[in-house]
């Protein structure tokens, strides 16, 4: 699929970044999904047309159905392994978010450790493990490090959403950024077999570029929305689930003592 489809996977480094801008394709034509057996007479072969989920529409044509759903949609959740440009290594993430700016979820780098994430109204809140602090310290002293770990691990933090450090997360919690520019341009998708993505029934979608071969997932019953994006490409393999559509999404402040970051400086 193309690259515009692929800016929720793009996103791998707004997680610490930026959101990573994304390329447009051209549009081509596929046909209909094939179908191998016994050949059918001319009116079972249009019966079992009509039967298909998006009966005569091509890849690309599905492909973009499926980004004007997904980028309508006020809500979702994010699930998967995605590639971080920044620092080489990859993200997993699970995050629930929607289009007022608000998400909660989970973030770990390379495996290494948890970061808790909510961001609720102009407030981000953060819990860290001792794991990830110790992986993202990588390079500061033992003392400093270990300072940092006793102030912060297992602990709820908070800080402006607005402030210049809190700029990115921001970015990432808002849906509407997230996905922005996704349903530009035009898609050379092809149209492949059925299947189900985690119960739902689904229709599945190819795209090679180069080297690089992407597979994505539609849903074939309600709204055509996004369900997953497998990428094989060398530059940027991972795996990117969506799922819970217009479901509220759980952004409340956490209970118990939380430590103020802005009041520490």
């Known amino acids: 699929m193309r690259r515009t489809t692929l800016a929720a996977l793009c996103i791998a480094a707004a997680t610490a970044t930026a959101l990573t801008g994304c390329q447009s394709g051209p549009d081509s034509s596929d046909g209909a999904s094939r179908t191998g057996g016994a050949s059918a007479s001319p009116a079972a072969k249009e019966k079992e047309k009509e039967k298909e989920p998006f009966a005569g529409l091509t890849g690309g044509q599905i492909a973009d159905r499926a980004l004007t759903a997904t980028t309508g949609a006020s809500s979702l959740r994010l699930k998967g392994d995605v590639p971080d440009e920044e620092s080489g290594g990859t993200i ?32 981000i809140y953060m819990k860290y493990d001792e794991a990830f602090l110790r992986a993202q310290s990588k390079g500061e002293s033992k003392d400093t490090t270990d300072a940092v770990v006793n102030m912060l691990a297992g602990k709820w933090t908070r800080t402006s959403a607005t402030g210049k450090d ?43 570029d180069g080297k690089d071969r992407y597979t994505v997932y539609v849903a074939t019953q309600g709204e055509p929305y996004l369900l997953r994006i497998d990428s094989a490409s060398a530059g940027d393999p991972g795996t990117l689930a969506f799922s819970d559509y217009e479901e509220p999404v759980p952004a409340q402040k956490p209970s118990g003592k939380i430590l103020d970051l802005d009041e520490l400086g």
Do not use: W
């Open 166 to 208: 809190a700029m990115d997360i921001s970015g990432f919690c808002d849906l509407d950024t997230v996905l922005g520019g996704a349903d530009e341009g035009s898609s050379a998708a092809t149209r492949g077999r059925t299947t189900t993505v985690d119960g739902t029934p689904a229709i599945v979608l190819t795209e090679q």
């Open 92 to 123: 997993t993430l699970d995050v629930a978010l929607d289009k007022k700016g608000e998400c909660a979820g989970s973030l770990s780098m390379n495996g290494q450790g948890r970061a808790d994430l909510i961001k609720a109204g102009d407030t």
